[in-house]
């Protein structure tokens, strides 16, 4: 009896511990739950909308339309099909438009064997105008995903791609090299991630294409961590000479080396006479 009582007490407040945690673990989950997957959901929608609806808004759309006809329908054409002084930017799509203009080549200013570099001539605003009008009219590659330009990516798996794909335009050390014909590839040390995407994805000018079969976006990453990496790190010991390799390096020596030996030969017989 005097068992009894005490047991039923002890079963019944144990009863209801057990009782209550599972519903209260359970209740914790699915609040958790709740919160988290609505919290995720929201971002994903207002970042996507808001991603989204700059290139895809109509307002914008028709802005980017007027500035291109005031700026670049001239020599690309009224409708994009291009004219004596321009080609056509039929399918070249949104990334080609943000990078022309972005980096300040386009409108173009001079007739010149390739695109100069000039202060961008238009604010952010207008340049993503422009470019969702670009990517209205012009299907083609877009703007990259910004997950790929964080520069986290494999730098040693970067560098060797580089080295594969880009050296023998652009030097080992990014630092830019002459092409044919009046033509250089650009030094890349102050080129931002999103310029180097979307050189790759566009091949502007002479620069060669590499699509997504040719470098996968994890691989343009790569590069791009590899890249980022170079400009940021110092210079060990010395002058870097223009990171341009043997060249500047033999040409030092020549001036310098054989300079000294005439100025000593010069020295030595003016001072027999
Ligand atoms: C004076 C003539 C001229 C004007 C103005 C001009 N462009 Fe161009 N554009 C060119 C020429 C020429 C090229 C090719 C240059 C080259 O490849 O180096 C070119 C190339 C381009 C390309 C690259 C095409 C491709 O195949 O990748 C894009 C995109 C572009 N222009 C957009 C624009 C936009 C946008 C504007 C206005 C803001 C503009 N251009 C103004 C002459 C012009
Ligand atoms: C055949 C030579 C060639 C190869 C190979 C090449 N490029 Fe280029 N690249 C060029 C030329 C030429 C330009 C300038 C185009 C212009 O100004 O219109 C350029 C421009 C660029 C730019 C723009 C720089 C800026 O800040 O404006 C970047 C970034 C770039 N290249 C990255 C690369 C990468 C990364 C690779 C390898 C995956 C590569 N290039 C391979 C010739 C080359």
Not at 85 to 91: E, K, Q, V, Y
Not at 123 to 149: H, M
Not at 156 to 174: D, E
Request: aromatic content about 8%; proline content about 6%.
């Amino acid at each position: 009896m005097r068992q009894g009582t005490a047991r039923t007490p002890r079963r019944s407040r144990g009863g209801r511990r057990g009782r209550r945690s599972p519903l209260a673990t359970l209740a914790l989950i699915a609040v958790g739950l709740f919160v988290t997957g609505g919290a995720y959901a929201g971002f994903t929608a207002t970042s996507s909308a808001s991603a989204d609806s700059s290139l895809t808004n109509a307002q914008n759309i028709a802005h980017g339309k007027r500035l291109f006809q005031a700026n670049c329908a001239t020599c690309h054409g009224l409708a994009l099909q291009g004219s004596a002084s321009g080609p056509a930017l039929i399918g070249v799509g949104a990334a080609a438009f943000d990078f022309q203009v972005r980096t300040g080549r386009m409108p173009l200013e001079q007739d010149a064997p390739q695109a100069q570099k000039h202060p961008v001539s238009f604010t952010a605003t207008q340049v993503r105008d422009i470019v969702a009008y670009g990517a209205s009219v012009s299907p083609g590659p877009g703007l990259p995903d910004p997950k790929y330009l964080k520069g986290d990516g494999n730098a040693t798996l970067g560098a060797r791609l580089f080295r594969t794909n880009c050296a023998m335009c652009h030097n080992v050390a990014g630092a830019g090299g002459a092409l044919t014909e009046g033509k250089y590839a650009p030094s890349l040390k102050d080129s931002s991630p999103a310029t180097i995407y979307e050189a790759m994805l566009t091949g502007p000018q002479s620069m060669p294409v590499f699509n997504d079969n040719n470098l996968t976006p994890q691989e343009k990453a790569d590069i791009i961590t590899s890249l980022k990496y170079n400009a940021a790190a110092s210079q060990v010991a010395g002058f870097d000479l223009g990171s341009i390799g043997p060249v500047t390096e033999g040409l030092f020596l020549w001036i310098f080396g054989l300079g000294s030996i005439i100025a000593f030969t010069v020295w030595l017989t003016a001072k027999s006479n």
